[in-house]
C-alpha cells in the first residue's frame, strides 16, 4: 500500500515537472548556442569569436572579443541582431573589418562619455 502511494506520488511530480518545463516558451531560454562561434566580416575575414548572448536595449545581440592574440589585445563589441546573420557554423557581420573597428571606437567613446 505504502509503495503503491509511494509510487503514485513520483508519478505525479514527473508529470507535473514535465509539463512544466514543455510549456516554458522558447524565447525564455538562453541562446548558448552561438557562443564560441567564430565572427567574420561581410568580406570573410575573421575578426574574433561570440562570448554571449543577451539584449542591448530592448534588442536581441551578441557580445564579441574582436581581434587580438590569445585573448590579448582583443576589444569586446556588441553587435546588434539585424547587424549579423547566424550562418551555420559561424557569424557573419553585415559589415567590413574596418567598419567593425570603427564602430569599436565608437562603443568606447560612448562608455568613456
Keep these: ?9 513520483t508519478l505525479a511530480l514527473a508529470g507535473a515537472t514535465t509539463a512544466a518545463s514543455a510549456q516554458q516558451p522558447p524565447s525564455a531560454q538562453p541562446e548558448v548556442t ?10 570573410g575575414q575573421k ?10 536595449g530592448t534588442q536581441r545581440a551578441v557580445r564579441a572579443e574582436i581581434g587580438g592574440f590569445l585573448g590579448l589585445g582583443s576589444s569586446p563589441v556588441v553587435i546588434p541582431a539585424n547587424m549579423f546573420e547566424h550562418k551555420g557554423d559561424r557569424i557573419e557581420v553585415l559589415m567590413t ?12 567613446r560612448e562608455l568613456k562619455q
Aim: aromatic share 2%.
Design 1 to 9: 500500500m505504502v509503495r503503491a502511494l509511494l509510487v503514485a506520488l
Design 97 to 108: 573589418a574596418d567598419e567593425v573597428k570603427d564602430t569599436i571606437s565608437k562603443q568606447k
Design 34 to 43: 552561438l557562443v564560441g562561434l567564430p565572427v567574420y566580416s561581410s568580406a
Design 47 to 56: 575578426l574574433g569569436a561570440v562570448t554571449e548572448v543577451g539584449l542591448s
